[in-house]
T-cell receptor, first 115, second 114 residues
Framework: DQQVKQNSPSLSVQEGRISILNCDYTNSMFDYFLWYKKYPAEGPTFLISISSIKDKNEDGRFTVFLNKSAKHLSLHIVPSQPGDSAVYFCAASASGNNQGGKLIFGQGTELSVKP | EPEVTQTPSHQVTQMGQEVILRCVPISNHLYFYWYRQILGQKVEFLVSFYNNEISEKSEIFDDQFSVERPDGSNFTLKIRSTKLEDSAMYFC????????????FGDGTRLSIL
């Protein structure tokens, strides 16, 4: 099941610089996209989301961009901090505006922010 | 901040035994989910639950699996006769009933089948 793909298993960034995490999807029925952050021995923590009617959503240091024609989304973290070091998962849902839709996850990208 | 809690954090069970994983979703959430992550693989959907019935289930969720909301706070996943391949992290999640709401996850139960 490759409906959601994160092609970079890891990313290393210097503290203070921008981190850009990428995600591609194949299912054009997806209409809600989310980014989760995961530390070892913890569950995924919700970071930010975007619905398909938007192309950008911003929350503090985190911005998600959606390019529907390219079936691509990205998460920008500016400025990156050492505490941002974690595995980041992209997820998508095709539930329409109905709740309860299952999430399809990417493989994750491990971000390392170096002091 | 309200959170989803899961117990136990680690469960070790002999193959063929029944296991029950427990979850307390966030109190005003009405949709509940189970996901699992086998070591080295993606997080994958098992089942969603709303209004005391299953909304959707994956092909993984066969007759060996069942879910229940036995009271107003708990949500459980039962595996009747465990197999070695059931070894995984099992995550419970919940969400609000309105549209485009994120699912919030617990810290998971690590299930080890011997």
């Amino acid at each position: 099941d490759q409906q959601v793909k994160q092609n970079s298993p890891s990313l290393s960034v210097q503290e203070g610089r921008i981190s850009i995490l990428n995600c591609d999807y194949t299912n054009s029925m997806f209409d809600y996209f989310l980014w989760y952050k995961k530390y070892p021995a913890e569950g995924p923590t919700f970071l930010i989301s975007i619905s398909s009617i938007k192309d950008k959503n911003e929350d503090g240091r985190f911005t998600v961009f959606l390019n529907k024609s390219a079936k691509h989304l990205s998460l920008h973290i500016v400025p990156s901090q050492p505490g941002d070091s974690a595995v980041y998962f992209c997820a998508a849902s095709a539930s329409g505006n109905n709740q309860g839709g299952k999430l399809i996850f990417g493989q994750g990208t491990e971000l390392s922010v170096k002091p | 901040e309200p959170e989803v809690t899961q117990t136990p954090s680690h469960q070790v069970t002999q193959m063929g035994q029944e296991v029950i994983l427990r979850c307390v979703p966030i109190s005003n959430h009405l949709y509940f989910y189970w996901y699992r992550q086998i070591l080295g693989q993606k997080v994958e959907f098992l089942v969603s639950f709303y209004n005391n019935e299953i909304s959707e289930k994956s092909e993984i969720f066969d007759d060996q699996f069942s879910v229940e909301r036995p009271d107003g706070s708990n949500f459980t996943l039962k595996i009747r006769s465990t197999k070695l391949e059931d070894s995984a992290m099992y995550f419970c999640a919940s969400s609000l009933p309105q549209g485009f709401q994120p699912q919030h996850f617990g810290d998971g139960t690590r299930l080890s089948i011997l």
